[in-house]
């Protein structure tokens, strides 16, 4: 299969990776909030794992098996508690567990920089679990699992996505953030931005989880907390040196690539839903 799909133009690996791509989430989100939540929580550990390898290429010594389980924790502890399984206060579960990862540093003999790498540790369950709870927190508010709240963030995500793709692709001219990435352009995030317009008036007539000034809102703050996410991830990736995060996703990179706008668009969407919705 990987065979045929390197044989293909990159368009058609990325159409092909994002058709069987957006079938598994749908069916993952829809049919259950516990199949929901154990997809975002594989997503999650692996793309920690992708981050925590490029950490090793820079020369940096991150506790990764451990730094993941962490983050599969918080993912697993916010859903039980937003669920109301358990209780709010076993959030504070969460402390111990991550300070063990100054216990176990305190064993590594051969570790030359154990603080520079402990930040790192906690760098990758803040930067790619956090938002990953996140979401679990804002698909179950009031202890109700919402999968079309969920799905109408990931539309706008990926309409911003491709809209700013191909208007990149076809009008770009000016550059948005050369220093950090060169490809991107002002007329690919304005038809990014276009494109997330059009799907939030969709969402704003059939979703009724949100009301239309609310879908509005989130278009907004996805377009922009997506493209910083996106950025982000770059100047990541260009401190190392690297063009994708990985080739995990035919077409698309690793599943760094492919969540970066998600990871800094959630608490932003979180924030604003938990206070004004």
């Known amino acids: 299969m990987k065979q045929r799909l390197a044989k293909m133009s990159n368009l058609q690996q990325r159409v092909i990776a994002a058709v069987v791509g957006v079938l598994v989430i749908f069916f993952c989100i829809w049919y259950q909030d516990w199949t929901f939540a154990l997809l975002f929580c594989v997503i999650s550990a692996l793309t920690q794992l992708e981050f925590y390898r490029l950490l090793g290429l820079d020369g940096f010594q991150p506790l990764t098996v451990y730094g993941t389980i962490v983050g599969c924790f918080v993912c697993a502890l916010a859903f039980f508690i937003e669920k109301r399984m358990i209780g709010f206060d076993n959030y504070f579960l969460i402390c111990p567990a ?89 007329e690919g995030a304005l038809g990014g931005a276009a494109a997330a317009a059009l799907i939030a008036l969709g969402l704003a007539f059939y979703a009724p989880e949100l009301r239309p000034w609310q879908w509005y809102c989130v278009g907004a703050i996805i377009v922009v907390t997506g493209t910083y996410g996106d950025l982000v991830e770059s100047l990541f990736k260009r401190s190392i040196a ?8 035919p077409g698309h990179g690793g599943f760094l690539d492919r969540f970066d706008g998600l990871l800094l668009a959630a608490p932003f969407i979180t924030t604003f839903l938990k206070l004004f919705a």
């Not at 508010?141 to 990926?158: A, D, K, N, S, V």
């Not at 911003?160 to 793709?165: E, F, L, P, T, W």
């Not at 550059?175 to 060169?182: D, M």
């Open 98 to 186: 991550a300070s063990m990862i100054f216990l176990i540093k305190l064993y590594k003999k051969r570790d030359m920089k154990p603080f520079t790498n402990i930040g790192f540790t906690f760098l990758g369950i803040i930067y790619v679990a956090v938002p990953f709870a996140l979401l679990i927190v804002l698909a179950l508010r009031g202890g109700t699992y919402h999968p079309t709240l969920i799905l109408g963030c990931l539309l706008l995500l990926w309409a911003s996505d491709i809209g700013a793709y191909f208007a990149g692709t076809k009008f770009g001219r000016r550059k948005l953030f050369e220093r950090v990435s060169p490809k991107k352009s002002w």
């Open 242 to 249: 690297i063009k994708d995060s990985g080739s995990s996703i």
